[in-house]
Structure formats: structure tokens, C-alpha cells
């Protein structure tokens, strides 16, 4: 199984920047894919930026042109560049990462790590 755990949130103004990172306890390219998501209070958990392997990013339509995900296969880590952030932004962020179990897929998380974004 694989950990991972996140670091870099914390308080922004709006229109400042942040840059989350995750590091997995494995190489990522023993990890089929692997993402960004992110719980506001009292809102569901949704899809931020997406790494599949071999394939490419994808991103929810209120952070495009905003936010970029990228990795370092080196260090194991995936990172969440986010840039022009808006209080809406505000929430704690997760790091996902899809790994083959047997005939399946099994969906690991981490710890979260919040950001807040003041007006």
C-alpha cells in the first residue's frame, strides 16, 4: 500500500499563490494515477486537477488557467501549483492516487491540508 502525505497549505490573500506538495512512500510509476481534490465546508469532495499515468492532466473548470499539477518522479511527489486564488478556493486539499490491486483499483488519500484564502 501506498502513504502519502501533503504539506504547503496554509493562509493566502486572494490573488497570492501556493504550491501543495505530496509525497508518496513509492515510486509513481508503480501508481496508475494520481490527484488533486478538494472539501469546502459543507460541500462534497471534488476533483481538482487530475495526473493519470501516461495520460494527460486534467482539471476542474473553476481552476483552469489558475492551478497546474505536475510531479517529480525523483522525489516521488506531486505537486499543486495554484496561482490567483480566490476565497472561493478555501477548503482542505487532498491528495488521491489510484494504485492496481489484484484484478482492481484500489483509491488511497491523504491527511488533507487546508488553505484559506482571504478577501
Known amino acids: 500500500q501506498v502513504q502519502l502525505v501533503e504539506s504547503g497549505g496554509g493562509l493566502v490573500q486572494a490573488g497570492g499563490s501556493l504550491r501543495l506538495s505530496c509525497a508518496a512512500s513509492r515510486s509513481l510509476f508503480s501508481i496508475n494515477a494520481m490527484g488533486w481534490y478538494r472539501q469546502a465546508p459543507g460541500k462534497q469532495r471534488e476533483m481538482v486537477a487530475g495526473l493519470p499515468g501516461g495520460g494527460r492532466t486534467n482539471y476542474a473548470d473553476s481552476v483552469k488557467g489558475r492551478f497546474r499539477i505536475s510531479s517529480d518522479n525523483a522525489k516521488n511527489t506531486v505537486y499543486l501549483q495554484m496561482n490567483s486564488l480566490k476565497p472561493e478556493d478555501t477548503a482542505v486539499y487532498y491528495c488521491?492516487?489510484?494504485?492496481?490491486?489484484?484484478?482492481?483499483?484500489?483509491?488511497?488519500w491523504g491527511q488533507g491540508t487546508l488553505v484559506t484564502v482571504s478577501s
Open positions: 488521491n492516487a489510484r494504485v492496481a490491486v489484484g484484478g482492481g483499483f484500489s483509491e488511497v
